[in-house]
């Protein structure tokens, strides 16, 4: 019984690891890629650490720790190195194919929105001609 | 059947492994490397546990936790320097 519990936990954990580094592999940009590794490879490690502590629990007299410390470890930093992958991808300015979200407040129609429509659009035709303009002009 | 479950985990995180080495030596950008090298040593973690189950040695978890202190450490440092041109300053 334990031991198909175990296999599972393992099997568990390996395909997990395995999505998501065919996550980092297959998807389109950056901060896709960010997902794969920082979600689904930290849960896949966390499922084969626990079905470590478990067969090593039940080998050994005694509980066996060393695995929850790595667990915490590994949960505690994931998210600490994303967070600042993430930053260094921003500052140095990576493409992104996520679409600019609408302003569901403030729609199209109104004449405001036409205005900050124009007066954003302005600014992407000049840093397409120029790498140096100024980023807002007022009109 | 454990023996059995670790052997497709091991052909799993093998292959995960050789991902990671492709987007290393692809990445189009700098923090895509990076990111590839952080995923490497968590799934070294991943090898080295179910080495440990598989020889039924305690011992590989000093080396896995010497392992993800050392990642950590690399991923910010290399983070850090992309951010500010500088690790310590």
Redesign the interface.
Known sequence: ML??F???L??T???F??I???G??RLKD?YM??H??TKA??L??GS??I??AV??SS??AGV?L??V??TL??FI??P??AH??A???L??N?HSHAKIPVNSAHPVEDKDSEIDGARLAAPTKENNSSDISPPHKSV | MLDFAITVAFGLVTMAVGMCCWRLLRGPSTPDRILALDTLYVNAIALLMLLGIHLGNALFFEAALLIALMGFIGTVALCKYLLRGDIIE
């Open positions: 031991e198909y175990l296999s599972l393992i099997l954990g390996a395909i690891t395995f998501g580094s065919l980092l592999l950056f890629r960010l794969g590794p490879t930290t896949g490690v084969l650490l079905a470590s067969f090593f080998r050994d066996s060393h695995e410390l790595i470890f590994l930093t994931a600490v190195s600042l992958l930053k260094a991808a500052h140095l990576l």
